[in-house]
């Protein structure tokens, strides 16, 4: 009797726990469905083939994959997208709108590279611009069942607002110019939300710039917030520490430098190319003197957080060969993006059509509580970059042209980060040392234990390992040794 009634007093806790803490649809979970218009294994096979580039096709049906998967798992309306995965302390709600977010600006490139709108999909045939139509309308529509709600301060949803915003200019002979007056106005109110908001500094202050930039380019009346734009941007310029790279507090300099804010800036230039153009080139292009000895066969080093977006790494290199390419050669950037397409996917970075957490296949033990079953399409980033300068500089017919490890031996030390990479052209592999970091420092990463899942299954709230000291406070960080099970590319 004791025993029945201590386990009736813990149960009662866990069901009391889960509602003051559990995260809200932490039990609603997506059964993935592997596309069938492009198999898994032979997008892997397209992505394996021999030679220096990855073929424009392979690169083509990797967008019809994960166009697929976005239909697949879409809401009835579509303003949210529910991939399978694990999820974020967001929230469920949250989580589908990143689903849809995260994704929409590579379907908007797509478009905008002069690829057709209508794609077949084994035996359906979709219009990408009326998915990313009917999705913009019902997230924006205050009064229907999908709204994306009412922005709020450091509101993760107002970061989306950014890729959002992107999508929508991107796709703005496809979408917006078929757009009723009502509808613009509906969709333009609710992005004006993210210039109300307070954000946090870094990468964050970036999306309500985009969003700013997006209207204002669109022919929508924002100048009432023009100061407040003005402002935002040189508080964030206050943060540049030269060389090409920006202090991202409080996580100081990592890769978000390349898939989050030159990509940003990238935007913010093509949008409005009279924003500081001479400080956001010349950013660029020294930022991607520098990364672009980072990429190699063997993938880039495995460092900092949100490891899953690591096939947005390359981002950086593509908007330098944009703006400087005396810096980064198309050639150059291209085969960074092929380098890393190759070498995570087959590693198990595509899967259900969408992309896995983790670093090569799923790997929660270094996805953050942050990051839900969207989060990781950011890694798409550096596609959605080469499909949008595809359409002007025809950029995956370029030829590629070697990495730095793929010509020699090198060593080189970048005084603003304090960090050294060095590269080894024997074997492709490449190290990151954290020159400030002590000598000795080697910290393991922390897994995601049995005991871990439990406790998310207890609380409904993830119990992911921190892993934040190994992925910032080693010393090195090589290609050899990520820490993390990367076996070699799997036989499709």
Known sequence: MLLVLVAVVVAAGVVALRQVRGVPGWSDRTTPVEPSAIQRADLLNELSAKGPAVPTSAYEHLFQYLLEGFVNYRSPLGARVFLPGAPSDNG?????????????????????????DNVV??????????????????GTDPAGPEYWGKLKDYDQVAYESGDIALALWLSRDQVWAKLTPAQRTQIATWLRQALE??????????????????????GVDVSGYDERAITMFERFRSLYRGEGWFDDPPNGFDYYNSWAI??????????????????IRKAQGEFGAFFKHFFGPQGHPMYGRSVCYRLGAATGLLTAAALDPQSVTIGEAMRALDTSTRFF???????????TQGFCGPDLSVVDAYSGQGSCQTGLRAL????????????????RQPLPVE????????????????????????????????????LPLKHYTLSRQLMELALNRSRRPDNHAALYESRKYSTAAPGVACPAPASP
């Open 92 to 116: 469920h709600p949250i989580d589908g709108v990143e689903g849809f977010a995260r994704f929409a600006p590579l379907a908007s490139a797509w478009l905008a590279s002069g690829r057709a």
């Open 121 to 138: 999909l084994g035996q359906r045939r979709v219009l990408v611009s009326e998915l990313l139509t009917q999705g913009l309308l019902a």
């Open 197 to 218: 908001v307070k954000m946090y500094s870094g990468n964050w202050s970036l999306p309500p710039l985009v969003v700013y930039a997006t209207l204002r380019a669109l």
């Open 262 to 279: 030159h990509y940003n800036l990238f935007w913010l230039n093509q949008m409005q190319p009279d924003l500081y153009p001479t400080f």
């Open 407 to 442: 010509i020699g031996n090198f060593k080189l030390h970048n005084a603003t980060t304090n960090w050294t990479i060095a590269g080894n052209s024997q074997d492709g592999h490449i190290t990151l040392t954290i020159d400030a970091n002590p000598p000795d420092a080697d």
């Open 345 to 355: 996917g087959t590693r198990g970075a595509f899967a259900g059509g969408t992309v």
């Open 384 to 399: 959605v970059t080469a499909f949008y300068l595809d359409g002007s500089q025809h950029v995956f017919d370029a030829p």
